[in-house]
């Protein structure tokens, strides 16, 4: 059998380090080509030493020459700067390239490496949420595969397989609720980042935990559904199931409901999209229907969770405005982690942004880029001066 080579962009953050995981349990299925990370040069260091890949990128420059010493007895390449990303995922040898770098940085690699032929199993949301437009057009142009690694996105993915997306009559991407489910706005008014990290089911980087937090991340799911399964809005639905067992569910036009389940763990929508088309056996736990004798769906409260709600705005406005929520989240995410702003404030930001940029209808990658930055200055500058005109920390 001839193995599989993977490079992953993001290779120690949560979603990398469980690939790797997926990786050393079977061996004799993966070869490791890349690896990549923006910081963390000690994991990154160990994590060459132990796969051996061809090439390692570092983004922070300022950590090259760490990297480069300790490799050097390994013979192992190293690149460092945000632009190796594009280089890497360029090399003869990759099969498959797993796209787990978070937010809009993911997305000049994934367009590289479409470019280039490889297969793409996606983890990160942005680069189909900022210009999924784009992206599935490079993918039919090269004809390469791009194999959802979001828990919600396979399950979609599993229960389409031997279906016809036009006989899709909705979707429902299932959402645990995070940790404020339940909550009204007056009793979310002074959560602090740490009250908000604490997701009852899922171990996820600070971000993403945030977006699962606001919903954000349910939102941000919907607009990549869009482009990943050809769909319209109005076909595409969220509701709250706090256990996270059913990952999704997919309604046909005879009415009848797929929906697929298992226990909340990463690893396996990794291990699906890393041997699809085929399904290898695991060692992971099982899920057992008595240990959850009751499953149980709620309709989302926009009323309180805004973020949401602005989502699907952008979603249903199309062009450019997918971007602007994305880049104006991301600054929000930062402010209210440093403290800046409140958790319900950070839906202000976004709302200022959206309301403020000028729609493009079919922008060009180059649109993206200049937008995204014009978000982030805005909402930056939206941020300092309410903080001025406020005139108190928003956090007690």
Same mark, same amino acid.
């Given at each position: 059998?001839?193995?599989?080579?993977?490079?992953?962009?993001?290779?120690?953050?949560?979603?990398?380090?469980?690939?790797?995981?997926?990786?050393?349990?079977?061996?004799?299925?993966?070869?490791?080509?890349?690896?990549?990370?923006?910081?963390?040069?000690?994991?990154?260091?160990?994590?060459?030493?132990?796969?051996?890949?061809?090439?390692?990128? =570092?983004?922070?420059?300022?950590?090259?020459?760490?990297?480069?010493?300790?490799?050097?007895?390994?013979?192992?390449?190293?690149?460092?700067?945000?632009?190796?990303?594009?280089?890497?995922?360029?090399?003869?040898?990759?099969?498959?390239?797993?796209?787990?770098?978070?937010?809009?940085?993911?997305?000049?690699?994934?367009?590289?490496?479409?470019?280039?032929?490889?297969?793409?199993?996606?983890?990160?949301?942005?680069?189909?949420?900022?210009?999924?437009?784009?992206?599935?057009?490079?993918?039919?142009?090269?004809?390469?595969? =791009?194999?959802?690694?979001?828990?919600?996105?396979?399950?979609?993915?599993?229960?389409?397989?031997?279906?016809?997306?036009?006989? =899709?009559?909705?979707?429902?991407?299932?959402?645990?609720?995070?940790?404020?489910?339940?909550?009204?706005?007056?009793?979310?008014?002074?959560?602090?980042?740490?009250?908000?990290?604490?997701?009852?089911?899922?171990?996820?980087?600070?971000?993403?935990?945030?977006?699962?937090?606001?919903?954000?991340?349910?939102?941000?799911?919907?607009?990549?559904?869009?482009?990943?399964?050809?769909?319209?809005?109005?076909?595409?639905?969220?509701?709250?199931?706090?256990?996270?067992?059913?990952?999704?569910?997919?309604?046909?036009?005879?009415?009848?409901?797929?929906?697929?389940?298992?226990?909340?763990?990463?690893?396996?929508?990794?291990?699906?999209?890393?041997?699809?088309?085929?399904?290898?056996?695991?060692?992971?736990?099982?899920?057992?229907?008595?240990?959850?004798?009751?499953?149980?769906?709620?309709?989302?409260?926009?009323?309180?969770?805004?973020?949401?709600?602005?989502?699907?705005?952008?979603?249903?406005?199309?062009?450019?405005?997918?971007?602007?929520?994305?880049?104006?989240?991301?600054?929000?995410?930062?402010?209210?982690?440093?403290?800046?702003?409140?958790?319900?404030?950070?839906?202000?930001?976004?709302?200022?942004?959206?309301?403020?940029?000028?729609?493009?209808?079919?922008?060009?990658?180059?649109?993206?880029?200049?937008?995204?930055?014009?978000?982030?200055?805005?909402?930056?500058?939206?941020?300092?001066?309410?903080?001025?005109?406020?005139?108190?920390?928003?956090?007690?």
């Amino acid at each position: 059998m001839k193995k599989k080579n993977i490079a992953i962009l993001g290779s120690t953050g949560s979603v990398g380090t469980q690939a790797l995981e997926v990786i050393s349990a079977q061996p004799d299925h993966f070869n490791v080509i890349a690896l990549t990370a923006e910081n963390n040069a000690d994991l990154l260091i160990a994590q060459a030493i132990k796969f051996l890949p061809k090439s390692v990128v =570092i983004g922070n420059e300022s950590l090259f020459r760490q990297v480069s010493v300790a490799l050097k007895p390994y013979s192992i390449d190293v690149m460092c700067g945000s632009n190796a990303l594009s280089e890497i995922v360029q090399l003869p040898e990759i099969d498959l390239v797993l796209a787990a770098v978070m937010g809009f940085a993911g997305l000049k690699p994934v367009v590289a490496a479409i470019k280039a032929g490889k297969h793409i199993a996606i983890a990160n949301k942005e680069p189909l949420v900022v210009a999924g437009e784009l992206i599935m057009a490079e993918v039919i142009k090269h004809k390469v595969s =791009i194999l959802p690694v979001d828990s919600e996105h396979s399950a979609i993915f599993q229960c389409l397989a031997g279906e016809r997306y036009e006989d =899709i009559e909705k979707i429902y991407i299932t959402a645990s609720g995070g940790p404020f489910f339940g909550r009204d706005k007056a009793s979310l008014q002074h959560v602090t980042p740490a009250h908000a990290l604490k997701h009852p089911n899922w171990s996820m980087g600070n971000k993403i935990t945030i977006d699962s937090a606001s919903l954000m991340n349910k939102g941000l799911e919907a607009i990549e559904a869009k482009w990943l399964f050809n769909l319209q809005p109005k076909q595409i639905d969220i509701i709250v199931h706090p256990q996270s067992i059913v990952h999704s569910l997919v309604q046909f036009s005879d009415g009848s409901l797929k929906a697929q389940l298992g226990l909340p763990d990463m690893k396996l929508p990794i291990h699906y999209a890393f041997h699809f088309p085929e399904r290898q056996s695991t060692d992971f736990k099982r899920f057992n229907f008595l240990d959850y004798p009751e499953l149980n769906f709620h309709k989302p409260d926009l009323s309180v969770f805004q973020n949401l709600s602005l989502a699907y705005e952008a979603l249903y406005q199309g062009g450019i405005m997918p971007c602007v929520l994305n880049a104006a989240n991301e600054v929000a995410v930062a402010a209210f982690l440093s403290e800046k702003i409140a958790f319900l404030e950070m839906s202000d930001v976004i709302s200022e942004a959206m309301t403020n940029a000028n729609q493009i209808e079919n922008p060009s990658l180059e649109d993206y880029f200049e937008i995204d930055n014009w978000s982030r200055d805005h909402a930056r500058s939206y941020i300092t001066n309410r903080t001025k005109h406020a005139g108190y920390h928003p956090i007690s």
